[in-house]
C-alpha cells in the first residue's frame, strides 16, 4: 500500500535541487559574466561549479514528477478498490491528470514564466516548465504500454538519443524546426521581422527520464522491494557508468573528455541542452543516492515542522511546494536585479536580453554577489513558502492540486 504518511525523501529531494536551481537563475540576472560558466578555458573553477551544482535540478524536476505521477495513480487506485496490488494504478484517472497538468505547466510557462525572463509577453524561448508539461502530456499515452515495453522504451531513449547527435536541424531543410524541436537547441523563426522562438529545452529525452521515474514510483509502494537497498544500487550504477563512459568509452555526450581543455574540471563538464546520457547519469546517480539515504525518513512523520535537522526543515518547506517556488523565484530576481544595476551601474538592464557589449560601463560580474543575494533571495521565499504550504494543505479544492 501506498503509506499513508508523506514520503520525506522525495521532499528533501526536491527542496534541496530547487534551492540549488535558484543560484543558477540569481547568477543570470544579477551577475552574469561575458562567457559561459562552462566555458574552462575562460571561467574559474569556482564560476564552473556555481554553474555545475545546478545541472542536477532539470533531470531531477523530472525524474521525480513521474515518480509523483506513479503515486498519485496508484493512490486512485487504493481509493477505489483498497487491498489493490502494490503495482496497481488507475491508468485513466492518471492520463487525464497528466493531460491537463502537462498542458497547465505549458500554459505557465508561456504567461508568467517566459515574462518573468524576458519583461515582455514575446514568448521568445521556452524552457523547463515547458518540457515537463509536453513530457507529462506524452507519459499520459506512454504509461498505457506494458511496464516492462515502458522500461525498454525508455532506456532506449535515454541511452540511445546521442546516436542522434550527428545530425543538426540545418540537415533537415524546412522541417529544421521540428528537429529543433525535438533534438537541439534552434531558434524557430515566427515572423520575417526576426521575431522567434528559441526552444532552449529540446524534449528528447525528457519524456524517458519521466518514464523511468514513473517506473521507479513502485519501489515506494510494493513492500517486497528493498527501496533503499535498490536504490543505492542503481545509484551507484549510474556513477559507475558515468564514469565508465566519461574516461573509457567514446560515446554519450558530442563533447568527449578527449576533446576537452586540460583541466581537471572537465570530467564534469558534460551536455546539458539536450542532456546526453553522460549527464543524466552524472547527475542521476548521486540523486538515487540521496533518496536512498533518506529513505529512513519516508512514514515517520507526520508534520514538516519537526523534520530532522535545521536544514531537513527548510528542504522541506521549499520541496513541498516547488512549483509555487518556481513561479514566485524568477520575477523576484529578475525585478530586485534591475534595481540593483541600476543603483550599482547607473542603468538598469536584463542581461537575458542585453548582449555583453551593451551592458554598463560600470558592471562588473562578481561570484559572492551571486551567493549574496541567492541567500537574500531564499530569506525572503521561506516564510511565504511556509505559508502557501499552510494553505495548500486545508485546501480542498481540484484548482489547488495544479499548483
Not at 508568467?112 to 525572463?117: D, E, K, R, T, Y
Not at 565508465?244 to 554519450?252: D, I, K, S, T
Not at 536512498?292 to 521549499?318: C, E, S, T
Request: with cysteine; aromatic share 14%.
Amino acid at each position: 500500500m501506498l503509506p499513508a504518511r508523506r514520503l520525506l525523501s522525495l521532499d528533501l529531494l526536491r527542496g534541496l535541487v530547487i534551492v540549488l536551481m535558484a543560484i543558477d537563475h540569481v547568477r543570470d540576472f544579477y551577475s552574469p559574466f561575458p562567457y559561459q560558466p562552462e566555458d574552462l578555458s575562460q571561467a574559474s573553477a569556482g564560476l564552473f561549479l556555481t554553474r555545475w551544482i545546478t545541472h542536477f535540478c532539470a533531470p531531477v524536476f523530472v525524474f521525480l514528477a513521474g515518480t509523483s505521477a506513479w503515486l498519485y495513480g496508484h493512490q486512485r487506485a487504493l481509493a477505489t478498490a483498497p487491498g489493490s496490488a502494490p503495482d496497481a494504478i488507475d491508468r485513466a484517472g492518471l492520463s487525464r491528470f497528466l493531460l491537463s497538468r502537462g498542458l497547465w505547466l505549458i500554459l505557465l510557462e508561456l504567461l508568467i514564466v517566459n515574462p518573468s525572463w524576458s519583461h515582455g509577453f514575446n514568448w521568445s524561448f521556452v524552457q523547463v516548465i515547458w518540457a515537463l508539461g509536453w513530457s507529462m502530456i506524452l507519459l499520459a499515452g506512454l504509461l498505457w504500454l506494458p511496464a516492462r515495453a515502458l522500461l525498454v522504451v525508455a532506456l532506449a531513449l535515454v541511452a540511445g538519443h546521442n546516436l542522434l547527435d550527428r545530425w543538426t536541424p540545418a540537415d533537415f531543410g524546412a522541417a529544421a524546426p521540428w528537429w529543433g524541436l525535438l533534438h537541439a537547441q534552434y531558434w524557430i523563426p515566427v515572423q520575417p521581422q526576426g521575431y522567434g522562438v528559441f526552444v532552449a529545452y529540446p524534449l528528447l529525452p525528457w519524456p524517458a527520464v519521466m518514464a523511468l521515474g514513473y517506473l521507479l514510483g513502485r519501489v515506494y509502494t510494493d513492500p517486497a522491494i528493498d527501496a533503499r537497498a535498490l536504490l543505492w544500487k542503481l545509484g551507484a550504477g549510474c556513477i559507475a557508468a558515468f564514469l565508465l563512459l566519461r574516461l573509457l568509452l567514446p560515446y554519450g555526450d558530442p563533447q568527449p573528455l578527449a576533446g576537452q581543455p586540460d583541466h581537471w574540471l572537465a570530467l564534469l563538464n558534460t551536455t546539458k541542452y539536450p542532456p546526453s546520457l553522460q549527464f543524466l547519469l552524472m547527475t542521476l546517480g548521486p540523486a538515487l543516492c540521496l533518496l536512498a539515504w533518506w529513505r529512513r525518513y519516508d512514514g515517520q512523520l507526520d508534520r514538516i515542522a519537526v523534520a530532522p535537522g535545521w536544514l531537513a526543515q527548510r528542504l522541506l518547506v521549499f520541496g513541498a511546494v516547488p512549483l509555487f517556488f518556481y513561479l514566485l523565484h524568477t520575477p523576484v530576481i529578475s525585478l530586485s536585479a534591475l534595481a540593483w544595476h541600476h543603483w550599482a551601474a547607473g542603468t538598469a538592464f536584463n542581461p537575458m536580453n542585453t548582449p555583453p557589449p551593451q551592458w554598463p560601463e560600470g558592471y562588473q560580474p562578481s561570484l559572492p554577489r551571486i551567493y549574496i543575494a541567492w541567500t537574500l533571495l531564499l530569506l525572503l521565499l521561506y516564510p511565504l513558502c511556509v505559508a502557501y504550504g499552510r494553505f495548500k494543505r486545508r485546501a480542498r479544492s481540484p484548482l489547488w492540486k495544479l499548483l
